[in-house]
């Protein structure tokens, strides 16, 4: 009894550090987060900010009540991907240094998470890789961040792939089947936590006159759209306002000053059109519950969309997130300005098809994926297979896309 006690006092907890730096990365680790404070018995956290971006990082960390233990305040204006890579590798070397870590968790495909990937990998440290798996198989598309994330895969001891199509990419690859646990995505478990924190229910934003109209969600700011793309981009959102009278489209435009300068050049001051700030967490989940319809490039609004069961229409060539729509809830539509207005006017207009892209659960995850992730590092850190069972939930995608391969 005695000596049990003392081992228990003499046993020292895993330090594991999460490390984060974009908006979305702290958004999809903060379930995570939570999830390890409950249970710091087992685990202590450690909560390295990068700070890739300031303003919408900060503005994710305010609403979750996330304060890092170390902020590498690395952002720049208009900073470069060599600048911000070598940034980020050497800052969260020397934070490594200070540190103990017995393992760092890194999330997605971020510069921040390859960079602190690979600085802990040259330190010895194991990785775990949330969002592990995703694969486009086009290296610029998304760029960097098909890359990115394959670069941190190498560098991983163990994965945690959201969905099983996730999986099979890494098995395909060669990773051990034992080094992979299949969570589904925290991002539907952010959307859980803030349902249950506050009903997601704010007024449109500021200025935006509350009249019945169906209003258009879009947000784009990837790299490989910069230019001729986002400006057909915006060439579709003008005629879509023109040729339906009761459409708003409200556009929450990324810091990013290549994607703002474009945006507000070709879009600013015209009517029905709300080009706005990025928004807190609440606010745009509140207008993804508001909303009639989202058009978007980003990776997580792809993902929670269907948790409000609205239609997504991607505008990206190819997605390494193909499970919405395999399920007929999202369309790849890439980024023509005719097939973005056509594709669009159709769910504007033919309530049977806006209906077949609104119904059925969310194919990414099923709001538990971080009691998943934590439970697996705690196994693996007894030597364990990272997980008892895998998130199974999935397995009627995984099917479709099976099916799909046997057609083509
Ligand atoms: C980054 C990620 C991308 C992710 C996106 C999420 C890389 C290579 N890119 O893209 O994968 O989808 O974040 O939003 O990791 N800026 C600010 N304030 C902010 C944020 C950005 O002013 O809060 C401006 C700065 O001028 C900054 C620039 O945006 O230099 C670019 O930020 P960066 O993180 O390098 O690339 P993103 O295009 O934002
Ligand atoms: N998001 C937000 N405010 C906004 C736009 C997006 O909070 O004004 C959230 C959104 O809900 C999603 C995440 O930011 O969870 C997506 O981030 P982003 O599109 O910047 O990056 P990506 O997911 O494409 O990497």
Redesign the pocket.
């Known amino acids: 009894m005695n000596g049990s006690h003392s081992d228990h006092h003499m046993r020292k907890r895993p330090v594991v550090g999460l490390v984060f730096g ?3 990365e702290a ?1 999809k680790m903060a379930p995570v987060i939570y999830e390890l404070q409950k249970r710091s018995d087992e685990i202590q956290p450690v909560l390295i900010s990068t700070s890739q971006h300031r303003q ?1 990082l900060d ?2 960390l305010q609403v979750f009540g996330i304060t890092p233990d170390m902020d590498l305040n690395l952002m720049t204006h208009n900073q470069s991907l060599n600048g911000i890579t070598c940034r980020v590798l050497q800052a969260t070397d020397a934070a490594l240094e200070s540190t103990q870590l017995d393992c760092l968790m890194i999330q ?1 495909d ?1 510069t921040t998470a390859f960079a602190a990937a690979l600085a802990a990998f040259y330190r010895k440290i194991p990785v775990a890789h949330v969002e592990a798996g995703l694969r486009s198989r086009d290296i610029y598309n998304p760029y960097p961040e098909e890359v990115n994330r394959r670069l941190a895969g190498v560098v991983t001891r163990l994965h945690f792939a959201p969905t099983a199509i996730a999986r099979d990419n890494l098995l395909a690859e060669g990773i051990g089947q034992e080094k992979i646990a299949v969570t589904g995505n925290t ?1 539907v478990d ?1 959307v859980k936590t803030l349902m249950e924190m506050k009903a997601i229910d704010h007024p449109l934003p500021e200025g935006i006159p509350d009249d019945g109209s169906r209003i258009i969600l879009i ?1 784009s ?1 990837r790299r490989e759209s910069w230019g001729a793309e986002l400006e057909n981009i915006c060439g579709a959102i003008a005629d879509l306002v023109q040729s339906f009278a009761d459409v708003r489209v409200i556009y ?1 435009v ?1 810091m990013n000053p290549n994607v703002r300068d474009t945006v507000m050049s070709k879009l600013n001051n015209m009517e029905r059109v709300h080009l706005i700030p ?4 609440f606010g ?2 509140s207008l ?1 519950r508001r909303c009639y319809l989202v058009l978007t ?5 792809q993902e ?1 969309a269907p948790t409000f069961h609205k239609p997504v229409l991607v505008l990206r060539k190819v997605t390494e997130r193909p499970e919405a729509s395999l399920m007929g809830l999202a369309r790849i539509i890439g980024t023509s300005r005719e097939a973005i207005v056509s594709e669009a006017a159709e769910l504007l207009s033919d309530p049977l098809a806006y209906r077949a892209m609104s119904e059925g659960d969310n194919p990414y995850g099923d709001g538990r994926a971080s009691e998943r992730i934590v439970d697996g590092l705690v196994r693996w850190f007894h030597g364990e297979r990272p997980v008892l069972e895998d998130w199974k939930q999935f397995h009627g995608a995984a099917r479709a896309a099976e099916q799909i391969e046997v057609l083509t």
Do not use: K, N
């Open positions: 974009t908006r979305p958004i919408m503005q994710v997605g971020t991002v952010a947000t700011h929450p990324h990025p928004m807190d967490y745009f989940l993804l490039d980003s990776g997580g609004v929670e």
